[in-house]
């Protein structure tokens, strides 16, 4: 099983950005978080990178229902994101597989809510244009 979804458009990181917020929102996430992988590596270490971007992305019913049957799966929150880029005028965007880093926590009661939340991802990236 993919730990991840991914799809390449033919846009700047952050038209990716925008796309994949938009479409996460009519799903019921916000962006809680974001991440960019470029300045902070400039800032702290001094090298270059493309840009890279992580974005925490949340759904505040899915997350408190996870938290309220297992209180250390915040380990595993928010859902990321990484939008890329990849040259060419292109960047890549992927989102977290749920199910995949959920079942190593050995939780039953935690799969149908994974399972959703992976519909969910798969779903986002496969609508991105």
Do not use: W
Request: hydrophobic letters at 40%; aromatic letters at 6%.
């Amino acid at each position: 099983m993919d730990y991840y979804f991914s799809k390449v458009l033919e846009c700047s990181v952050n038209e990716g950005i925008e796309k994949v917020t938009l479409l996460l929102k009519d799903e019921g996430f916000g962006i809680i978080t974001q991440i960019d992988v470029k300045h902070t590596l400039k800032e702290k270490i001094g090298v270059e990178f493309r840009e890279y971007v992580i974005l925490g992305a949340c759904n505040p019913g899915f997350a408190f229902n996870v938290l309220s049957t297992e209180d250390k799966i915040g380990l595993f929150l928010p859902c990321n994101v990484v939008v890329q880029d990849i040259g060419d005028g292109k960047c890549e965007i992927a989102a977290i597989n749920p199910k995949s880093t959920i079942s190593s926590v050995g939780n039953s009661s935690l799969t149908d809510m994974s399972c959703k939340v992976t519909e969910i991802m798969d779903r986002v990236i496969r609508k991105l244009e």
